[in-house]
């Protein structure tokens, strides 16, 4: 499975942005998909994700509410829709993919990163 992560940049606090996912190699329907962001100098952070059908997402406390998870089967591409951006929001964002249906989820499939830039 290839994970082509994008649409990140700079944007200012409080705007929007949003980042796409777009997966190859499998059947993308068989996939559940999750986002991800690191700090500089810190862990991956665990921050959305959403399973097979879409009828199920997650979201850790710091997104929750600015935050959503979708996806487009039949593109073949999950997207990160990111509103009410903080400066803390500043990371590289990474997707990633799961060929279980619903949680719990164990990512083994990762795209590139793409760099989420929040000025204040």
């Known amino acids: 499975v290839q994970l082509q992560a994008s649409g990140g940049g700079l944007v200012q606090a409080g705007g929007s942005l949003r980042l796409s996912c777009t997966a190859s190699?499998?059947?993308?329907?068989?996939?559940?998909m999750g986002w991800f962001r690191q700090f500089p100098g810190k862990e991956r952070e665990y921050i959305a994700a959403?399973?097979?059908?879409?009828?199920?997402?997650y979201y850790s406390d710091s997104v929750k509410g600015r935050f959503t998870i979708s996806r487009d089967n039949p593109k073949n591409t999950a997207y990160l829709q990111m509103n009410s951006l903080k400066p803390e929001d500043t990371a590289i964002y990474y997707c990633?993919?799961?060929?279980?249906?619903?949680?719990?989820?164990?990512?083994?499939?990762w795209g590139q990163g793409t760099l989420v830039t929040v000025s204040s």
């Open positions: 190699g499998r059947n993308f329907s068989m996939l559940s």
């Open positions: 959403i399973n097979w059908s879409g009828d199920s997402t």
């Open positions: 990633a993919a799961d060929p279980r249906p619903y949680y719990p989820y164990e990512f083994v499939y």
